[in-house]
């Protein structure tokens, strides 16, 4: 009999899922080429650490960059080479990166201030979970909120896991629980290879 890790199987039953609230985070991705090639900076800054703590005065999120570029009347910061390192108290840690990243603050339908990041270039999200093993997700864009703990892209989406490989359109998660949605179009299915390995005879 095949057994598969519980991370499969919540790849595979989200697979349908799929609903995005897309407009704030198309906001930014409209807008930040033009900002960037067209304005001189306000702000620039080398080699930036930002810690971001919780009430409790736990660490919440650290955000390095090589570099920082403040551009104050569009309210954008372009970041060179993010890593973002996200902490949960539900779930192990996420250690997040690309090559080029974005943050603006945004007003929510509850008249709530947050940040959105936008990754783009080569981003590469990856938990080290002691129960599953480790997840490893890339795309070549992803939006990030960091106080919600939610991400989502909807661009092509590749999971390594101990299990195998999963390929997507797209993908929302939720990184406080763990849950991720995949989406598919008329190109790109939900797929999953599992390695030969995890298939045992009972």
Same mark, same amino acid.
Request: glycine fraction near 4%; avoid cysteine.
């Given at each position: #009999?095949?057994?598969?890790? /519980? #991370?499969?199987? !919540?790849? *595979?039953?989200?697979?349908?899922?799929?609903?995005?609230?897309?407009?704030?985070?198309?906001e930014?991705?409209?807008?930040? +080429?033009?900002? %960037?090639?067209?304005? $001189?900076?306000? *702000?620039?800054?080398?080699?930036?650490?930002?810690?971001?703590?919780?009430?409790?005065?736990? !660490?919440?999120?650290?955000?390095?960059?090589?570099?920082? @570029?403040?551009?104050?009347a569009?309210?954008? +910061?372009?970041?060179? #080479?993010?890593? *973002?390192?996200?902490?949960?108290?539900?779930? /192990? /840690?996420?250690?997040?990166?690309?090559?080029?990243?974005?943050?603006?603050?945004? $007003?929510?339908? @509850?008249?709530?201030?947050?940040?959105?990041?936008?990754?783009?270039?080569? %981003?590469?999200?990856?938990?080290? =979970?002691?129960?599953?093993?480790?997840?490893?997700?890339?795309?070549?864009?992803?939006?990030?909120? /960091?106080?919600?703990?939610?991400?989502?892209?909807?661009?092509?989406?590749?999971?390594?896991?101990?299990?195998?490989? +999963?390929?997507?359109?797209? !993908? $929302?998660?939720?990184?406080?629980?763990? *849950?991720l949605?995949?989406?598919? =179009?008329?190109?790109?299915?939900?797929?999953?290879?599992?390695?030969?390995?995890?298939?045992?005879?009972?």
């Amino acid at each position: #009999m095949s057994r598969f890790t /519980p #991370m499969l199987l !919540l790849l *595979l039953a989200a697979g349908l899922a799929w609903y995005l609230l897309r407009e704030p985070a198309e906001e930014v991705a409209d807008d930040v +080429t033009e900002v %960037v090639e067209r304005k $001189t900076p306000d *702000l620039f800054g080398e080699q930036i650490r930002f810690n971001q703590l919780h009430a409790d005065g736990h !660490l919440h999120y650290r955000l390095d960059a090589d570099s920082i @570029e403040q551009f104050n009347a569009d309210n954008l +910061t372009r970041m060179a #080479m993010p890593r *973002l390192h996200l902490r949960s108290a539900a779930q /192990p /840690p996420w250690d997040i990166q690309s090559e080029e990243g974005f943050i603006r603050k945004t $007003t929510t339908a @509850e008249n709530i201030v947050e940040d959105i990041v936008y990754l783009r270039q080569k %981003v590469q999200m990856r938990q080290e =979970n002691p129960e599953n093993g480790p997840i490893t997700l890339r795309s070549e864009s992803i939006y990030l909120y /960091p106080d919600r703990q939610f991400a989502e892209t909807q661009q092509g989406v590749i999971i390594d896991t101990e299990v195998g490989r +999963t390929t997507a359109a797209g !993908l $929302t998660a939720d990184l406080e629980s763990g *849950l991720l949605r995949l989406s598919s =179009n008329a190109t790109q299915r939900v797929h999953t290879i599992v390695l030969p390995e995890q298939f045992k005879k009972s």
